[in-house]
């Protein structure tokens, strides 16, 4: 699970410093950048589906944080890249369609990335407060639930449903 977070981050962090320090890039390297950010997309679309899947199934409350705080970091560096990589497009001499295509694919990867970290965010912030205290004495006293206009044991309560499968299979 961490390497994969990990590669992300390595990715994009290689991929922005090939950024700075190419100055005059060729129209072959931009395409190049343009497939390390198809596979950083590709990379976070993957982990958006374990989140889901450990939110799913479960998972140690210390280790989600953790693994999520790691994909929003990542998340973050891809932005980067995905923003550097689309203005870089903008001054390499390719096609007017091969450029449109390419501004509109970075600009979906980047809005996505965009939403992932607002969600994780906002999961982490749910994760990290703690649940608010409950005071004791606002609790019901044991016993007076037997006292509410309409209660039935459960004892009765399965002994109706009980009676009325009965009745059911008399009929």
Do not use: Y
Not at 79 to 95: H, L, N, P, W, Y
Request: aromatic share 8%; net charge neutral; with cysteine.
């Amino acid at each position: 699970m961490q390497t994969v977070v990990s590669t992300a981050k390595r990715e994009s962090e290689a991929l922005k410093e090939e950024l700075e320090q190419d100055a005059n890039p060729s129209p072959d390297s931009v395409r190049e950048q343009l497939f390390k950010c198809e596979f950083i997309d590709f990379i976070f679309n993957r982990q958006w589906q374990r989140v889901d899947g450990f939110m799913n199934r479960g998972i140690e409350g210390k280790k989600l944080i953790f693994f999520i705080k790691e994909f929003r970091d990542a998340l973050s560096l891809g932005i980067q890249a995905f923003d550097k990589v689309s203005k870089r497009i903008g001054e390499v001499r390719i096609t007017e369609e091969e450029k449109k295509e390419a501004i509109l694919n970075l600009e979906q990867w980047a809005t996505r990335s965009r939403k992932m970290v607002d969600q994780l965010s906002k999961l982490l912030l749910t994760l990290e407060t703690s649940p608010p205290e409950v005071d004791i004495a606002s609790l019901r006293a044991a016993g007076t639930e037997k006292q509410v206009k309409g209660f039935i044991s459960s004892r009765e309560f399965f002994s109706r449903l009980h009676s009325a499968e009965e009745k059911k299979r008399m009929a």
